[in-house]
């Protein structure tokens, strides 16, 4: 079974910055598929950063300010988040496949990708 478990959410000025940490069990993320979402009040659920198969995708609203890694050996997917605006207020989530699909290179950001979710946590950014 696997299992993803966010932290690193908090509160923070326009133009700070946050690190998310997305530890994961069940599975190797070296061949897996996995990606960051968020959801801000009143709107859908979108992506943010995705990574696998040897590829990075970033929504084009955090290109240059987001970073996606991940550390296979401590099990950990990372979101830096630099130059916050408080258009990034959003609950975050991470999100996991056991495997890359064919199709998840075409459409990282499409939420059918991945069968597991983490309980999300809450990034505020504040004028």
């Known amino acids: 079974q696997m299992d993803l478990v966010e932290s690193g959410g908090g509160s923070v000025q326009a133009g700070g910055s946050l690190r998310l940490s997305c530890v994961h069990s069940?599975?190797?993320?070296?061949?897996?598929?996995m990606g960051w979402f968020r959801q801000a009040p009143g709107k859908e659920r979108e992506g943010v950063a995705a990574?696998?198969?040897?590829?990075?995708v970033y929504a084009d609203s955090v290109k240059g300010r987001f970073t996606v890694s991940r550390d296979n050996a401590k099990n950990t997917m990372y979101l830096q988040m630099n130059n916050l605006s408080p258009e990034d207020t959003a609950v975050y989530y991470c999100?996991?496949?056991?495997?890359?699909?064919?199709?998840?290179?075409?459409?990282?950001?499409?939420?059918?990708?991945?069968?597991?979710w983490g309980q999300g946590t809450q990034v505020t950014v504040s004028v």
């Open positions: 999100a996991a496949h056991t495997f890359c699909t064919a199709s998840w290179r075409f459409s990282p950001f499409n939420m059918g990708e991945y069968n597991t």
């Open positions: 069940g599975f190797t993320s070296s061949n897996n598929c």
């Open positions: 990574l696998g198969a040897g590829n990075t």
